[in-house]
């Protein structure tokens, strides 16, 4: 089996935010900010498996620090675990106020990204390697995270059963 180091997967990307990408309070919109996320998530998936990627899943987005009009967000993504198919990747989110310099850790999140052939079948992907001490405590932790979100998928599976697609508006 292929193996990869977690750098070879890093990925990093700024962008200036400007007032079209802020809401009423001149801070960056919620949904603009989870777009860069999947966005970034995907070149460091699609850099580590070197083939189609899907997103899977996005644990939750907590904003910790708002982003104001005027200031950089600033991302970095890499793989932090892998099983077969699927790739953990943890997505870092920084704001940077251009003028002072002062950056403040705004939000993080991990997504899970599974490769897929040129039929959309799942597809094996090369395992991680971690080589810092923050890449080895995010492998070692990554187990439990995985746990946490089969357990998700199954209560939403089961949450999705007693949903009816009926229409509000159907008689």
């Known amino acids: 089996m292929e193996v990869k180091k977690v750098s070879q997967s890093r990925s990093v990307t700024s962008s200036h935010v400007l007032p079209t990408d802020t809401n009423n309070h001149g801070t960056l919109f919620g949904g603009k900010l989870m777009m860069y996320i999947d966005d ?7 850099r580590h498996a070197r083939q189609l990627v ?8 907590d904003f910790i620090h708002p982003i ?14 892998t099983k077969r198919t699927s ?17 403040k850790l705004c939000t993080t999140s991990f997504l899970t990204f599974v490769a897929v052939d040129e039929e959309g079948k799942p597809s094996p992907v090369p395992q991680v390697v971690p080589e810092t001490e923050e890449e080895k405590w995010l492998y070692e932790t990554a187990p439990k995270r995985f746990e946490h979100r089969k357990l998700r998928r199954h209560e939403r599976r ?13 008689d």
């Open 68 to 81: 104001n009009a005027g200031s950089a967000v600033c991302l970095e993504a890499f793989v932090t675990y």
């Open 158 to 170: 089961e949450f999705h059963e007693v949903l009816t697609l009926k229409s509000p508006w159907e």
């Open 40 to 46: 970034i998530a995907a070149v460091a998936a699609t």
């Open 87 to 103: 790739m953990e990747i943890f997505v870092k989110v920084t704001g940077e106020d251009l003028i002072t310099g002062e950056k």
């Open 54 to 61: 899907v997103t899977a899943s996005t644990d939750s987005v």
